[in-house]
């Protein structure tokens, strides 16, 4: 029995969910945010017009979407680049898997630079802790403080050239 590219790949990844790739997701016509609010999500008035849910998601569970049969269209919709690439014939599945592994490392390497940096809030969309941890005054007293941000720039800039190549193309 041949498995789809999601069931190889979407459960080894989560990269669309936990806030690596989307900093929120807006619900489009049809969406029934009463209904995803008693799902789980915490939907928001993000502009006067549109309505949202902050990522990393809710209803994520590390592996699976605990409303996949309920998810918003969005989420419906989206195929990142590697899905599209293995379904289309254009990548194994084995390879995709490695980019996902190396991508997720890469992630998790800008996390502890996050929280080395004193960014320690998990449930902020990664981009916004990275804001945040740039905004944040860099001691010079404290040996290293200065090299450390330097770091994350360079973790954050690898993770994006990542994620613009592979995921979102």
Do not use: W
Request: charge should be positive; glycine fraction near 8%; include cysteine.
């Amino acid at each position: 029995m041949k498995t789809s590219g999601v069931e190889q790949l979407c459960v080894h990844c989560g990269l669309c969910c936990d806030s690596v790739l989307f900093a929120d997701v807006e619900l489009r016509r049809g969406d029934d945010a009463g209904r995803l609010t008693e799902l789980g999500l915490t939907v928001e008035q993000k502009t006067k017009t549109k309505l949202a849910f902050a990522q990393p998601c809710a209803c994520f569970d590390g592996k699976f979407c605990k409303i996949y049969a309920d998810r918003p269209t969005q989420c419906r919709k989206f195929a990142c680049g590697l899905l599209k690439r293995v379904e289309g014939g254009e990548m194994t599945a084995e390879a995709a898997l490695k980019r996902i592994v190396r991508a997720k490392a890469q992630a998790e390497r800008v996390r502890g630079l996050l929280r080395a940096c004193g960014q320690r809030d998990e449930q902020m969309a990664l981009t916004h802790r990275y804001g945040e941890a740039m905004r944040a005054a860099v001691d010079l007293s404290v040996a290293g403080a200065a090299e450390q941000r330097g770091e994350l720039m360079l973790a954050v800039n690898d993770l994006m050239q990542t994620l613009e190549g592979e995921f979102l193309r």
